[in-house]
C-alpha cells in the first residue's frame, strides 16, 4: 500500500478528496461504465466508450500539466500507449492491510521466508545497509523490514508503467485530486531527467522502487547515496539510493534510534479497556504501575511516552507502541502495515515471534457489513467519515466511543457482536 509513504499511502490509503453532491456528480461524469462480462457484444462497445472517455479527460489533464511547467515533449512521450487499466481499480478497493485479518497479514509480513530473505539481504547488503544506517540513524533491520513488505527485497517491484496507473487513479474519480498531483509529480520526475519512461513502472499505486515511493516522496525525500548524480531507487543491481531513500525519509520523520516501534505486552485482569487509545500515553513505568508487562513479566523499559493497542481487540495481541509506531505510519496508516514492518524487524534482529494466540477462529465482517456497521455509526453520530467498508482508525475510534456509551468492552473490534449491538439500537 506503497511508499512512503506509501504516505502515502496514508492519503493514498485512507484519503478521500471529493465530497458533496457536486463531487459525486463529477466522479459519475468521469468513471467508465462498469465492464460487462467479457464475452458479450456490449462489452467492446461500452470498453471503447470508456477508453474515448479516458483520451478525453488525458487531452483536458494535458492542459492542466503543461501549467505546472511539463513541457509538451515529456508530456506527449509520457502518455504514449496509456491505457485505462482496470486491474488498477481492482486492486485500490482490495488492499490487503484492510481487508485481510491482522493475523493473517502478519502471518505473510514475518513468515519463516521472508524472515530468511531478510537476513540473507541484510548478509548481501550489510555494508551499505550499515553505511546508511550511520548516516540517518534508522536501524538497518528497520529498512529491511521496510523493503521486504514493500516489494519482497526487490524481487516484486511492479511493472505498471506508473504513468498508467496513475492516470488511471486520477481519471477514476475516487480520489481524484490526490492522484492527478501524483501524476505531475512523476511527470516532473521524467522532465528532470531522473529516469526513463520505460524505466519508470512500480505499484497499482503509482509507488516505484525498492522501496516503493510514491512521486511526491521521492521528490521531497530520494537520496542520491551512491553519488551517481541520480537518485535511482528502481535500480535492479545496487538498490542503495532505494534503501538510504527510506531511512531519510523515516529520520525527516522523527525516528528515534534505539527506541521500539513497539512492545507485545500482558495486560492485568480487570484492565480498564477505556484506556487502549492512541490518544492516552503513559510512560511505561507509569503502564507498569497499572500491571501491565512485557512478555517476560518485567516493566517495560522507559523508552518514551507510549500508548496501548489491540489491533484485534480484547482477545488477541496486546502492543505497547511508541513514537517510532508513528514514524512507521507515515508510510503506511494501517496498523497491520506498521506491525507488519515492526515484527519483522524485530525478527530480523532475532527477536521471537508475537506469543499472543490471535481469535483465528472469529468469523470477520464482509464488506457489505462492514458499510452497514458505518452506516449505524454514522446515524449514532459516533463516525463522521465517508462509509467505504474499510475499517481505519477514524472507524476504530468510532466503534470505540459506541462502545463506552454501551458499556461493553470498548476494543474498538468490528465484530459480529458489534454489529448485532449496533442493529439494535
Not at 506527449?76 to 488492499?95: E, L, P, S
Not at 485481510?100 to 539481504?121: K, M, V
Not at 521531497?220 to 528502481?234: E, K, L, M, N, P
Not at 502495515?337 to 521471537?352: C, E, F, Q, T
Request: glycine fraction near 10%.
Amino acid at each position: 500500500m506503497g511508499f512512503a509513504i506509501k504516505t502515502a499511502i496514508a492519503a493514498v490509503l485512507v484519503g478521500s478528496f471529493c465530497s458533496g453532491a457536486f463531487a459525486a456528480g463529477l466522479e459519475r461524469a468521469l468513471r467508465p461504465l462498469p465492464r460487462p462480462d467479457a464475452g458479450t457484444g456490449g462489452a467492446v462497445i461500452e470498453q471503447a466508450s470508456a477508453n474515448q472517455a479516458f483520451d478525453r479527460w488525458i487531452a483536458g489533464f494535458r492542459g492542466r500539466a503543461l501549467n505546472q511547467g511539463i513541457s509538451p515533449k515529456v508530456f506527449d512521450t509520457a502518455f504514449k500507449g496509456i491505457k485505462y487499466n482496470t486491474d488498477v481499480i481492482q486492486k485500490d478497493r482490495n488492499q490487503s492491510e484492510y481487508t485481510r485479518q491482522i493475523w493473517d497479514y502478519l502471518d505473510s509480513a514475518a513468515s519463516p521466508t521472508r524472515i530468511e530473505n531478510g537476513q540473507a539481504a541484510l548478509k548481501k547488503y550489510r555494508r551499505q545497509l550499515d553505511a546508511i544506517e550511520r548516516t540517518y540513524g534508522v536501524e538497518k533491520e528497520v529498512v529491511a523490514a521496510v523493503w521486504g513488505l514493500e516489494s519482497a527485497y526487490g524481487e516484486f517491484r511492479g511493472n505498471i508503467p506508473t504513468i498508467e496507473a496513475l492516470a488511471t487513479l486520477a481519471y477514476d474519480g475516487r480520489r481524484g485530486k490526490f492522484f492527478e498531483g501524483q501524476l505531475v509529480d512523476a511527470l516532473k520526475i521524467l522532465q528532470a531527467g531522473d529516469v526513463s519512461v520505460r524505466r519508470m513502472t512500480g505499484s497499482w499505486a503509482g509507488a516505484m522502487g525498492h522501496t516503493q515511493f510514491i512521486p511526491s516522496s521521492y521528490l521531497a525525500y530520494a537520496v542520491d547515496f551512491t553519488g551517481d548524480g541520480r537518485r535511482d531507487i528502481w535500480d535492479d543491481n545496487d538498490p542503495s539510493d532505494a534503501l538510504a531513500s527510506t531511512a531519510a525519509y523515516l529520520a525527516r520523520f522523527g525516528w528515534v534510534k534505539g527506541m521500539p516501534w513497539g512492545v507485545e505486552v500482558q495486560l492485568p485482569r480487570g484492565f480498564d479497556y477505556g484506556l487502549s487509545s492512541r490518544k492516552i500515553q503513559k510512560m511505561p513505568s507509569d503502564w507498569g504501575a497499572l500491571g501491565v508487562r512485557d512478555m517476560n513479566g518485567r516493566t517495560v523499559r522507559d523508552f518514551g511516552s507510549a500508548s496501548i493497542l489491540l489491533p484485534a481487540g480484547s482477545q488477541g495481541a496486546a502492543f505497547m507502541i511508541f513514537k517510532n509506531f508513528s514514524v512507521i505510519e507515515r508510510y503506511n496508516v494501517a496498523d497491520a502495515y506498521v506491525i507488519g514492518v515492526g515484527h519483522l524487524s524485530d525478527r530480523l534482529a532475532g527477536g521471537p515471534a508475537i506469543q499472543a494466540a490471535w481469535p483465528r477462529g472469529y468469523k470477520p465482517l464482509s464488506f457489505n457489513e462492514k458499510k452497514d456497521m458505518q452506516k449505524r455509526l454514522v446515524k449514532l453520530g459516533f463516525l463522521d467519515d465517508k462509509i467505504d467498508g474499510i475499517i481505519g482508525p477514524n472507524t476504530i475510534n468510532a466503534i470505540r466511543s459506541f462502545q463506552i456509551s454501551r458499556g461493553v468492552t470498548p476494543d474498538g473490534y468490528p465484530s459480529e457482536e458489534l454489529l448485532a449491538l449496533l442493529k439494535r439500537q
